[in-house]
């Protein structure tokens, strides 16, 4: 069986997960199914889904003309004896005496299968001028098409007989746990002022929680091997990308705990081995709160 579910604002894939199986590394499952790229969903109306290859062409003659040519925008010139076609993107002139002109120009279609190699682009297929002729002297790059859905579109969720029971679980009995922690300073138990064990509550403990699984790495803990992060694996990574997956990792972690039922993340600052992260989490049965959390490796 499969369900239809639409996006919602701020909704995350690890959030999704939780709503239909009650456990957020289920998300690996609705990615696959929906063939999903990276970052999957996203709240982002402006966020470019679709790019078409593009580059520059050279229009040129071969002797020299007394007279202008115009060359409009959306000329078409191709590949010749192929279905690669691309479109001029502004009019140009090329003037009496000159020999040569150049504008952009973009693929028909959006994807990948429009980027070209230099000088292959060697047909003008309007009808302009005779004695024209077209090239281009640099590669064509940055065609793509991204798998990745926005807030109002819809996703498939695949359901099994396993997860139907999951759905109906009772979160209002989740909300009612894991809400005080013993306090820890440096992973040590500590006094309160009256000289009883400090305890933390609420988001505090849920924010503690959260900095322990994330600071220890996953398969430390030789009776717990699926406890912890791979924080460790992520922070000593240089790609452009970390910083989106160090972000999954966090979200990941703390939609784990039963007492958590939603996490925002709105800021995302990375210092050496030190991230700090700024968001909203919602508990179970409680309105969102902002929160503040440093994660050292």
């Not at 957020?24 to 990615?31: E, F, G, L, R």
């Not at 009995?173 to 933390?200: M, P």
Request: net charge negative; hydrophobic share 40%.
């Amino acid at each position: 069986m499969v369900k239809t579910y639409t996006i919602r604002d701020n909704d995350t894939i690890q959030g999704i997960a939780v709503k239909f199986f009650n456990d957020p590394t289920k998300w690996k499952d609705i990615v696959t199914f929906n063939n999903l790229d990276y970052p999957f969903i996203t709240s982002d109306q402006n966020f470019v889904k679709e790019t078409k290859a593009s580059g520059i062409v050279r229009f040129y003659v071969k002797n020299t003309l007394l007279y202008d040519v115009v060359i409009p925008k959306n000329t078409i010139v191709a590949v010749n004896n192929t279905e690669k076609r691309y479109v001029t993107k502004r009019t140009v002139i090329l003037t009496a005496g000159s020999f040569q002109i150049e504008v952009e120009a973009e693929c028909e279609f959006f994807g990948y299968w429009g980027n070209v190699g230099q000088k292959f682009i060697d047909t003008i297929v309007s009808d302009i001028d005779e004695n024209l002729l077209v090239t281009n002297d640099e590669n064509f790059t940055n065609g793509s098409i991204i798998n990745v859905k926005k807030t109002g579109e819809t996703i498939l969720v695949p359901i099994t007989s396993e997860s139907v029971s999951m759905i109906n679980y009772d979160y209002d009995l989740l909300g009612i746990l894991g809400k005080e922690d013993l306090l820890l300073v440096n992973r040590d138990i500590i006094e309160d002022k009256y000289g009883d064990i400090a305890s933390v509550k609420g988001i505090g403990a849920i924010l503690q929680r959260l900095k322990h699984r994330l600071e220890t790495e996953k398969g430390d803990l030789p009776l717990h091997r699926d406890f912890g992060s791979n924080f460790f694996n992520l922070i000593s990574r240089n790609e452009p990308f970390v910083e989106g997956l160090i972000k999954i990792e966090v979200e990941d972690c703390a939609m784990r705990d039963p007492a958590v039922e939603k996490i925002e993340i709105t800021e995302l600052k990375r210092e050496d081995d030190v991230v700090n992260v700024i968001g909203y989490l919602k508990l179970t049965g409680q309105e969102s709160e902002k929160f503040s959390l440093e994660i050292e490796a």
